[in-house]
């Protein structure tokens, strides 16, 4: 029996149905694969410079030789011309690599990985604060959300949470946290309910990671100073070591420096705040100059954090005249954690001075750079 | 900074990816043209004026890369004149299923099986308008057509579809005897 049993409207729905495919490749390892992100306006000029620079020397030379009398000097010349014309092949030859060599190794242009603020537009910036697979440090990870239309950041930050790739990411499975975030405005609060058979409260570890996870989420994402806390509606969390909880204040998170911290299986370090903060900003330069309780040293450029000044929230620190800064993601990665250093302790802007190099990655430092939005940047889709 | 850039990539990359993987209908090949559309995306970005969406010009981009993968492929014109000789490709089952397709319902595989029958155009359209959910005038806009043209590209893409899938009923599910009918 051959009789079609789908109609065009029942086909249109198994194609709707089709799955939803999804690149799973982590943005920044792809974005390093695009070959052309930051073009050289004129490729043509250096070797330009050097043919030119070679040919003035030929008829500087050879104007000499030529001045000589006898033939042979003449022939001396031509071996002259000869030697000089294999140097300027050699010239151009040497020439084209160290041109590459200033856009980094195999032209891959170092990409930033944090949200700035012409990025965000219309959108709104979520940070959720993701423990490591060891549990021993929290990750913020951001993302920018477009189209919320009426929705406040709460709503987009519940609608979110379940979206969370924490393994592809190399992070630890938290998310959807298994409460109800609702803020209420009669007491400027955000209350979290978990119910009755909630896992927070088992084991000391898990209870810290959920107390921890929600001041870092609130503080990232609103200004609210309080979160209350209630179990199944009635108030209050019980936790295993610190008894029953009614309620969390909520400090605003500042003064850390950030460092760098590698997931395993990832080539890319997430930028993280170190767990204590520091009484001034050259202290903070100076730890992420060091390895530091998991996490590892972010400071690859050579600062001279006793010389820096702040004028305006503009944080003008120079750095070693004679240090090789070099164009590449590891240092992009760095300047990025010393601009969110920066940040915390309320700095708008920061200025390199006597910067050997004018360009690293996206920043010009030639000019005075705004510190980012909010670190690590990653979509949630 | 390439924030502009930067936004239509993060924004529509994972769009664009899904859009050629129905297209090519292989997980790598996809990836490696969604680059290729980014590149090309990079090039003329600063010249788009915005007289179309942000979306339906990433996708007529992306849909641009496909056709020249395809021509650039060997034998490209073997496989173009199976689609005209029905009775050769009706039984032709020669790409191994991706896994995301492998594990759906019957029916989806087999949806997924007959759009290789479909025509770079026709495979557009279906993919456009019911797995992008764009709408005709969107689809015409990606694809510099009519409106009427996507209309009948698409009335004929779903005749076509549902021919293959009465193959495939016949074939592989006339063994059950449970009446082949669409979850609603």
């Excluded at chain 1, 409207?9 to 089709?18: G, P, S, V």
């Excluded at chain 1, 990025?119 to 951001?142: C, F, H, L, M």
Aim: proline share 4%; charged share 30%.
């Amino acid at each position: 029996m051959k009789k079609s049993e789908w109609s065009d409207r029942e086909i249109e729905e198994l194609l709707r149905q089709m799955p939803k495919v999804k690149d799973h490749r982590n943005p920044i390892d792809m974005n390093q694969n695009f070959p052309f992100k930051k073009r050289n306006a004129f490729p043509w000029l250096v070797p330009s410079i050097a043919t030119a620079a070679a040919v003035f020397l030929c008829i500087i030379l050879g104007t000499k030789f030529i001045g000589g009398p006898t033939s042979q000097l003449f022939q001396e010349k031509s071996l002259n011309e000869k030697s000089l014309n294999q140097q300027i092949t050699l010239k151009k030859e040497n020439i084209q690599p160290k041109d590459q060599t200033f856009s980094g190794s195999d032209n891959r242009e170092p990409l930033k990985s944090s949200i700035y603020e012409n990025e965000v537009r219309k959108g709104k910036v979520i940070t959720y604060w993701i423990p490591d697979e060891q549990a021993q440090n929290i990750i913020p990870i951001s993302t920018i959300v477009h189209n919320i239309k009426n929705k406040s950041r709460l709503d987009v930050f519940n609608e979110k949470m379940a979206q969370l790739n924490e393994n592809e990411w190399g992070l630890d499975d938290f998310y959807p946290i298994n409460a109800d975030f609702n803020f209420n405005e009669k007491s400027g609060t955000v209350d979290v309910n978990v119910p009755a058979d909630h896992e927070y409260g088992k084991g000391s570890s898990n209870e810290l990671m959920f107390i921890n996870i929600i001041k870092k989420d609130i503080s990232s994402n609103s200004n609210v100073k309080k979160a209350r806390l209630f179990t199944d509606g009635k108030p209050g969390i019980e936790f295993g070591n610190t008894g029953i909880k009614n309620e969390i204040m909520i400090q605003p998170e500042r003064h850390h420096a950030y460092l760098f911290y590698y997931p395993n299986r990832h080539e890319s370090p997430y930028l993280v705040p170190s767990i204590e903060p520091f009484e001034n900003i050259r202290d903070a330069f100076k730890a992420m100059k060091k390895d530091r309780n998991g996490l590892k040293k972010s400071m690859h450029l050579k600062i001279k954090e006793n010389e820096l000044s702040i004028r305006n929230k503009v944080l003008y620190l120079p750095v070693e005249r004679d240090s090789k800064i070099k164009n590449d993601q590891l240092t992009v990665f760095s300047y990025e954690a010393l601009l969110l250093t920066a940040k915390e302790f309320g700095m708008e802007k920061v200025v390199i001075t006597d910067a050997p190099i004018k360009q690293i990655g996206p920043f010009d430092l030639t000019k005075e750079n705004k510190v980012p939005i909010a670190p690590n940047m990653r979509n949630i889709e | 900074m390439d924030s502009v850039f930067d936004e239509l990539y993060n924004k529509y990359h994972q769009d664009v990816f899904q859009f050629l993987f129905y297209m090519v209908r292989n997980r790598e090949q996809a990836e490696d043209l969604v680059q290729e559309v980014y590149i090309r995306v990079f090039k003329s970005y600063d010249r788009f004026e915005g007289k179309s969406s942000e979306k339906t010009w990433l996708f007529s981009i992306a849909r641009n890369v496909a056709i020249d993968y395809f021509r650039k492929q060997k034998g490209w014109k073997d496989k173009l004149m199976e689609k005209f000789d029905w009775s050769a490709s009706q039984v032709k089952d020669s790409d191994p299923i991706p896994e995301e397709i492998a594990v759906q319902k019957e029916e989806i595989q087999w949806v997924y099986k007959s759009m290789e029958h479909c025509t770079m155009d026709q495979r557009a359209v279906i993919t456009l308008r019911f797995i992008h959910d764009l709408s005709i005038a969107e689809t015409a806009q990606t694809l510099g057509w009519t409106e009427s043209k996507v209309k009948t590209t698409q009335h004929r893409s779903l005749k076509l579809i549902k021919r293959h899938m009465e193959t495939f009923y016949v074939k592989e599910g006339s063994n059950s005897d449970e009446k082949v009918r669409v979850e609603r």
